[in-house]
């Protein structure tokens, strides 16, 4: 039987997503070098959690403890997801990795941090909603301290929702009397409670997100539109130049982090929220082949939404000039390091 083409473009994508999708535009794919891409991805994205840490990136400590933990829930889909299961599964489907007491709960924890990331997202949308739209709950809200609550609320809510998935699979095979790969139960397409959860799950993430960054945006880009004029209308012109507003300026590096986020968000997510409602709809099960439309379109939004969790820090490097020079010393320093050992 023909390798499926759909198959081939996922074996490329996904071990060039997992260098290139963190950060920027990292061109070190080889075939060569293909065991060494789960640590090549690791390290680039704990150099962009360090450096968030830091607090040097010229944003509020609230935005930036958003950001840490979106680059943290994305950090452990890229291993969970991309990297042991999606790159492992095509270059090595015999490692341990496989086993099914080992596949599970990576299973579980991909499944967990997917939902954590996403939600992380309408939490740092509604941060900025919050703190653009709603005055006099700014104060209260918009700090480090509610950041930290609400981050560590999402994320507990987030593994709880996802617990029922760990308990979804069974082995697919038993080779030498060990439980090798992880397959949904044989009853999980006909029970009506796994029916239930499966569609409370689809519907929970990512459909509720996706509508609510929308309407949060458009609330948003409207309070902004008004408060512009308003302020422009009360500073007035002189001598025929525009005044620098330093109000409007720190406001709109946050607008264009938010909407580049959220954008990313909807645009790599609308595949496979249209994708799901259509599965619904037509209750679509099975294909009839690798080169079935059907297929490949979820094939598609599998893709996208893995690229989703890598873009957020290629946003931060090309929004934020501060996280680009942390960026650039960060690399600077091993090299200047290994220079002067040199040198000595």
């Known amino acids: ?14 071990p060039a997503l997992a260098v290139i999708g963190v950060p920027g535009k990292l061109r070190l794919f080889c075939s060569t070098i293909i065991s060494l891409l789960p640590f090549l991805s690791l390290t680039v994205n704990l150099v962009a959690i360090v450096i968030l840490s830091r607090g040097k990136c010229g944003l509020s400590k609230c935005i930036s403890r958003y950001l840490l933990g979106m680059a943290a829930a994305d950090l452990l889909v890229v291993i969970t997801d991309l990297i042991l299961t999606r790159v492992g599964l095509s270059y090595f489907p015999n490692s341990f990795v496989f ?14 941090a997917t939902v954590v990331s996403v939600w992380l997202t309408v939490a740092f949308t509604f941060d900025r909603f919050v703190a653009i739209c709603c005055e006099d709950l700014k104060t209260k809200y918009c700090t480090e301290k509610m950041a930290a609550v609400v981050i560590g609320t999402v994320s507990v809510l987030g593994c709880l929702e996802t617990v029922p998935w760990y308990f979804a699979y069974q082995p697919y095979a038993i080779i030498d ?8 139960k044989l009853n999980f397409r006909t029970s009506p409670v796994w029916a239930a959860f499966e569609l409370f799950h689809l519907i929970l993430t990512p459909c509720v997100p996706f509508i609510l960054i929308l309407l949060l945006n458009v ?27 330093p109000e409007m300026e720190n406001r709109k590096k946050s607008i264009i982090l938010l909407f580049s986020i959220s954008g990313s968000f909807i645009l790599l997510w609308v595949t496979q929220v ?16 690798f080169t079935d ?48 050992l040199v040198k000595s």
């Open 99 to 112: 086993i099914t007491p080992v596949c599970r709960p990576i299973m579980f924890l991909g499944s967990a």
């Open 177 to 184: 009397n060990v439980t090798r790969h992880c397959i949904f």
């Open 274 to 289: 249209v994708k799901n409602i259509y599965r619904r709809i037509t209750d679509t099960r099975y294909y009839n082949s």
């Open 1 to 14: 039987m023909e390798y499926p083409v759909i198959y081939q473009i996922e074996d490329i994508y996904y």
């Open 293 to 340: 439309p059907r297929y490949i379109t979820e094939a598609t939004s599998g893709m996208l939404q893995l690229l989703s969790s890598c873009t957020n820090t290629c946003i931060y490097v090309l929004t934020q000039a501060k996280f680009r020079e942390e960026l650039k010393n960060a690399v600077k320093y091993p090299l200047n390091l290994i220079a002067k």
């Open 219 to 245: 609330m948003t880009v409207r309070r902004i539109l008004m408060a512009s004029q308003v302020r422009r209308g009360l500073r007035g012109r002189s001598n025929g130049e525009n005044h620098k507003d």
